[in-house]
């Protein structure tokens, strides 16, 4: 007796599981803008004392190649460049630390290879005076399984100061014809 | 006894392949959504009183862009943006079309996935509307 009540409460468990499961509903709200986003514009935007689109996003083609993007997707007509690459994305502290509490299964789960992908829009500033260039990069990461171990939008102020450094650098080569 | 335990086993089995086959999409629902096409429609579709493509086409990019979103593709040609965003583990798409209404407006169409369902609430993409009308200094006009 005491054995089939069990029986029956692991299956009404399992059940209650599958139906709270069940299908993934759409949350709302996704298509607000949230309260980082003005930070957000600023640290993936700069402006330039040019409105030489051309010569913009040419230069941004050439710092993305320099950077090691190939080139996915474009439409020059609306300042538009989208770019990606792989990259290693193995963490030795990581592996280490997996390797010591989970033995091999866990080290497979590892971040092993990421994609990176980047979307550099180019448009004229308000005042008609300037360009605006704006970056936003995304990374997939991969684990030894080959199963996505995570994805996001990349935040790091360093990335984007390094992105502009080497876009300025080049923009002003472009201006000197070198 | 025993044949109370089998009768939970059986129905334990029936009741999970009830659940789960709901969550099933056979390629014959390629086409299919949920709700009506003109309410769909008339959800996802707003019209701007101006004929600068390029200019609401570069709105609509940052826009996006400000909403999270990182541009995949573009073409000023079919007025067409697409770009994604990733909520948790989820994966937001969303495709904007911009194309001419008239001689004196453009109609923006927007319609967006959410994993692997299609996003078929107004409230959403009124939020869209209203940042794309803040950015765009125009009022979003309801089409019917």
Known sequence: MKKTFKFLRFSLTILLCLGVVGCVSVPRGFLKPSEDSLADRQLQSRQYDTTDEEKIITSVAGVLQDLGFTLDASETQVGFVAASKKADATSTGQIFLAALLGGQNAVLQCDNVQVIKASVVTKPSLEGNKMVVRVTFQRIVWNALNQINRVETIKEPEIYQKFYDSLSKAIFLEAQKI | ?144
Do not use: H, W
């Open chain 2, 1 to 144: 006894m025993i044949k109370l335990r089998r009768y939970c086993g059986i129905f334990v089995i029936l009741f999970s392949i009830v659940i789960l086959s709901g969550c099933a999409t056979p390629a014959v629902r390629a086409l299919e959504s949920n709700e009506s096409q003109v309410k769909l429609r008339s959800m996802q579709t707003r019209a701007f009183d101006t004929t600068d493509k390029k200019r609401m086409m570069q709105t609509v990019i940052s826009t996006m862009q400000d909403l999270d979103f990182v541009i995949d593709k573009a073409d000023f040609m079919l007025g067409s943006v697409t770009g994604s965003k990733f909520l948790g583990y989820a994966v937001v798409t969303m495709t904007v079309i911009v194309r001419p209404r008239g001689e004196k407006q453009l109609l923006v169409r927007a319609n967006a996935q959410y994993g692997i369902q299609s996003v078929e609430d107004p409230l959403t993409y009124q939020d869209f509307f209203t940042s794309l009308e803040k950015a765009m200094f125009l009022t979003a006009q309801q089409v019917d």
